[in-house]
């Protein structure tokens, strides 16, 4: 399983963006990069995935460097209800979706 | 709601008891996954399923633990003789199990065990 470094904490504010980082230098070529989020209280939800080219969604955006080493969830304009802990998870696309290892996460604090 | 849904929400036991949890998948899904998550930390990964068959369990899975899903459709996670140290979330999640194809998972509100 490739590892996952991702900062502890982060804070921002209402209606700002937020760029979420995440370094996964030992990503295998075969592995899609996926987030999921965790609210308060509930169980993790998929936010955005991606393997080689930026992607975009509803949601967010997810810029991936031209190495794949690294990536970064972006929040265009954040609220109250995306402060969560964003995980990053590498996850190989070979017969589909297997079991997600989740790091210690990034936990998003959104003040008002 | 058609999400997945797990029973009990909240479980208290006595150290040495059997539980039984129960996760019911979105239809038409057909891999089922169980988590654990401890206060503070990430998910752990539990064991999965592709239809009825187990395919992978993790070593946090302990002879105490069982998991089935027959039929293909909802699962049971048993622990027995219940230790303080299985005090956790226990997460379901399902997901459609296809390659190749956005295959996201779809987590249950999860399962609280507190063992005295």
């Known amino acids: 399983d490739a590892k996952t470094t991702q900062p502890n904490s982060m804070e921002s504010n209402e209606e700002e963006p937020v760029h979420l980082p995440c370094n996964h230098s030992?990503?295998?070529?075969?592995?899609?990069i996926h987030w999921y989020r965790q609210l308060p209280s509930q169980g993790p939800e998929y936010v955005i995935h991606?393997?080689?080219s930026n992607v975009n969604n509803r949601m967010a955006s997810l810029a991936i460097a031209e190495d794949r080493k690294s990536s970064t969830l972006i929040l265009h304009r954040a609220t109250l209800r995306d402060a969560a802990v964003y995980y990053c998870?590498?996850?190989?696309?070979?017969?589909?979706?297997?079991?997600?290892?989740f790091g210690q996460g990034t936990r998003l604090t959104i003040n008002p | 709601d058609t999400g997945v849904s797990q029973d009990p929400r909240h479980k208290i036991t006595k150290r040495g008891q059997n539980v039984t949890f129960r996760c019911d998948p979105i239809?038409?899904?057909?891999?089922l996954y169980w988590y654990r998550q401890t206060l503070g930390q990430g998910p752990e990964f539990l064991t999965y399923?592709?239809?009825?068959?187990?395919?992978?369990k993790s070593r946090l899975l302990s002879d105490r633990f069982s998991a089935e899903r027959p039929k293909g459709s909802f699962s049971t996670l048993e622990i027995q003789r219940t230790e303080q140290g299985d005090s956790a979330m226990y997460l379901c999640?399902?997901?459609?199990?296809?390659?190749?194809?956005?295959?996201?998972?779809?987590f249950g509100p999860g399962t609280r065990l507190t063992v005295l």
């Open positions: 999640a399902s997901s459609l199990g296809l390659a190749g194809i956005r295959n996201e998972q779809f």
């Open positions: 030992t990503i295998s070529g075969t592995d899609y």
């Open positions: 991606g393997l080689t």
């Open positions: 998870i590498p996850t190989s696309i070979i017969q589909g979706a297997q079991k997600l290892v």
């Open positions: 239809s038409e899904h057909n891999r």
């Open positions: 399923f592709q239809n009825e068959a187990q395919l992978e």
